[in-house]
């Protein structure tokens, strides 16, 4: 087994059960790796997760405490736990696409409105893979997927102008980043910064589905062509390319730090008891 899997994976949890190819475990092993070299234990961190593969293939593996919630509940789970939890613990959410920002997108808006310190992994997979392929909020545009055989026409979240990362940073989030899962560790690095941030912070990992998007879309299931695909695409110089890429790296990362929601509440519940004292 793997030095960081058996460091802080349930050993019952290892083989994953994700398709042999999936990118999943890469964006898993990235977050280990940055708390690895935050010098954090499992007792530091509690995990939690959402619904779909994402979920799924992370569930229950942590060897701390984790919990799982349905979609876009588990930002309203991890709030009542930043209440409960020493402010140094960290939370550290695994999350899919829809999770984030389809089904459970207002959930994610009204927890970064409020400032809740925790750090979001979304594991972005194009769409709908657990439940066969169908096209979601951030498949490319004219995909052929299980639900658009004649290519995906419904606008997506990031494509001709749109970026949801925007839609996030407008409602207050503190820092934000986006990586593929091919990169190496200038992603660990962010999700590092993402940890270390006091506040809400958000990483975007996009990783290939072998068996649902990369089947239909480029109608090869050889994990190469998928991962050859996503490296093609992967773009940390910033710099404008045609067609579909993805530009990687610290998206944003607030100088004026906002109150963190949990610290806010804890301040003013003391005076509401000093005032009810008095
Ligand atoms: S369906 Fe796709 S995303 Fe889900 S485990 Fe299999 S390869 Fe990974």
Same mark, same amino acid.
């Given at each position: 087994?793997?030095?960081?899997?058996?460091?802080?994976?349930?050993?019952?949890?290892?083989?994953s059960?994700?398709?042999?190819?999936?990118?999943?475990?890469?964006?898993?092993?990235?977050?280990?790796?940055?708390?690895?070299?935050? %010098?954090?234990?499992?007792? *530091?961190?509690?995990?939690?997760t +959402?619904? $779909?593969?994402?979920? #799924?293939? !992370?569930?229950?593996?942590?060897?701390?405490?984790n919990?799982?919630?349905?979609?876009?509940?588990?930002?309203?789970?991890?709030t009542?736990?930043?209440?409960?939890?020493?402010?140094e613990?960290?939370?550290?959410?695994?999350?899919?696409?829809?999770?984030?920002?389809?089904?459970?997108?207002?959930?994610?808006?009204?927890?970064i409105?409020?400032?809740?310190?925790?750090?979001?992994?979304?594991?972005?997979n194009?769409?709908?893979?657990?439940?066969?392929?169908?096209?979601?909020?951030?498949?490319?545009?004219?995909?052929?997927?299980?639900?658009?055989?004649y290519?995906?026409?419904?606008?997506?979240?990031?494509?001709? %102008?749109?970026?949801?990362? *925007?839609?996030?940073?407008?409602? +207050?989030? $503190?820092?934000?980043? #986006?990586? !593929?899962?091919?990169e190496?560790?200038?992603?660990?690095?962010?999700?590092?910064q993402?940890?270390?941030?006091?506040?809400?912070?958000?990483?975007h990992?996009?990783?290939?589905?072998?068996?649902?998007?990369?089947g239909?879309?480029?109608?090869s299931?050889?994990?190469?062509?998928?991962?050859?695909?996503?490296k093609?695409?992967?773009?940390?110089?910033?710099?404008?390319?045609?067609?579909?890429?993805?530009?990687?790296?610290?998206?944003?990362?607030?100088?004026d730090?906002?109150?963190?929601?949990?610290?806010?509440?804890?301040?003013?519940?003391?005076?509401?008891?000093?005032?009810?004292q008095s």
């Amino acid at each position: 087994m793997d030095y960081l899997a058996e460091k802080f994976l349930k050993a019952k949890k290892i083989p994953s059960t994700a398709c042999s190819g999936c990118g999943l475990g890469q964006v898993h092993k990235k977050v280990l790796m940055a708390i690895d070299e935050l %010098g954090l234990g499992s007792a *530091d961190v509690v995990w939690g997760t +959402g619904i $779909g593969c994402a979920g #799924r293939q !992370t569930f229950n593996t942590w060897k701390g405490d984790n919990f799982a919630g349905t979609h876009g509940r588990v930002y309203a789970l991890a709030t009542g736990l930043r209440l409960a939890l020493q402010p140094e613990q960290k939370i550290v959410l695994t999350v899919g696409d829809g999770d984030a920002f389809g089904i459970g997108l207002l959930h994610l808006l009204h927890c970064i409105r409020r400032n809740v310190d925790m750090t979001v992994i979304v594991a972005d997979n194009f769409g709908y893979q657990s439940t066969g392929g169908q096209y979601g909020y951030t498949t490319p545009s004219g995909s052929i997927t299980d639900s658009s055989p004649y290519g995906m026409q419904d606008p997506n979240w990031v494509q001709d %102008g749109r970026d949801i990362l *925007d839609i996030l940073k407008s409602a +207050g989030a $503190g820092f934000l980043a #986006r990586h !593929t899962s091919v990169e190496g560790q200038n992603a660990v690095e962010s999700i590092k910064q993402a940890i270390n941030f006091k506040g809400f912070s958000l990483v975007h990992i996009v990783y290939p589905c072998v068996t649902n998007f990369f089947g239909k879309a480029l109608g090869s299931r050889k994990p190469v062509d998928a991962y050859r695909w996503l490296k093609e695409r992967t773009n940390p110089a910033q710099d404008n390319l045609e067609g579909i890429t993805f530009t990687t790296g610290v998206y944003h990362k607030a100088l004026d730090k906002r109150q963190e929601f949990s610290e806010q509440m804890r301040k003013f519940t003391g005076n509401v008891q000093k005032r009810c004292q008095s």
